[in-house]
């Protein structure tokens, strides 16, 4: 059973960078069997998916967030990691990591962090 | 980005009662369609994955259909668990979209 949990600073500054980090355990990122992501919810709204990283290093983001984003992988930790450059108080969220299996699932989240809220704010 | 939208955006129901909840695609997915349930303060747990196919541990009462642009998740009995928001999403092509949510509340 994979179980996810992630990490990171609750409060970000302006103009700053939002840095995340997701532990995976119960299972290894190295084994290729899971695409790793991160999702995101605003206050009281609906989910957006950020992107996703495979164990490879390969990697899609989102064009709405393209620009800002960076998602890196560490199979020695068994961690993987968002970095979203600039962000403003629109990017105040519950910031979810979840996977997806190459085979069964294959695109729906079956595994999900307990998501962790970031504030953007000064 | 495919659209994503769902009807209702709410309802009320009682314990015991059958729903129905709506999403559309704006363009054909096939069935690459998933339901999430949402709990407040939770994350969302997966219901339905492809389009009707229930994932392991999901009560029975829960059903998915549908194929294409419009798709249906059906609670057969309602239960005083089952008071959340529901979301769909499509995986048919990136980036991958949700649906806005349905809330499920009680009558």
Redesign the interface.
Known sequence: QVQLQESGPGLVKPSQTLSLTCTVSGGSISSGGYYWSWIRQHPGKGLEWIGYIYYSGSTYYNPSLKSRVTISVDTSKNQFSLKLSSVTAADTAVYYCASWGITGTTGAFDYWGQGTLVTVSS | ?IRITQSPSSLSASTGDRVTITCRASQGISS?L?W?QQKPG?????LI??ASTL?SGVPSRFSGSGSGTDFTLTISCLQSEDFATY?C?Q?YS????????TKVDIK
């Open positions: 980005a690459y998933a999430y939770k994350a969302p747990k997966l994955y492809a994932q979301y999403q995986y990136y980036p991958f979209t949700f649906g806005p949510g």
